[in-house]
């Protein structure tokens, strides 16, 4: 893959360049940590999971596309279904 996506303690999703390092997007929007971020199968959106209880989604661009609540507690995992 040409990208890298990782989230934080800082409560952002960032999204790195595997071959130089470089930073390219920053997501900001949780209010709290990041435990968990995926990119779908099609490499153009990307999932994260807070302790805000908040699962989103973003666009590679860094755009918020979804935002779902409904847990009552820590976002520890998530995923896209590979179809």
Do not use: N, Y
């Not at 952002?12 to 390092?21: R, S």
């Not at 302790?51 to 998530?78: F, I, K, N, P, Y």
Request: charge should be negative; hydrophobic fraction near 35%; include cysteine.
């Amino acid at each position: 893959g040409q990208r890298i996506v990782s989230g934080s303690w800082d409560d952002t999703v960032q999204v790195w360049c595997a071959e130089t390092g470089e930073q390219l997007h920053e997501m900001q929007g949780h209010t709290d940590r990041v435990w968990s971020v995926a990119f779908s199968p099609d490499g153009q959106r990307i999932v994260s999971g807070s302790a805000d209880e908040t699962v989103r989604v973003w666009s590679l661009a860094g755009e918020q596309l979804l935002e779902m609540e409904g847990h009552t507690d820590w976002v520890h995992s998530v995923a896209f279904s590979p179809d």
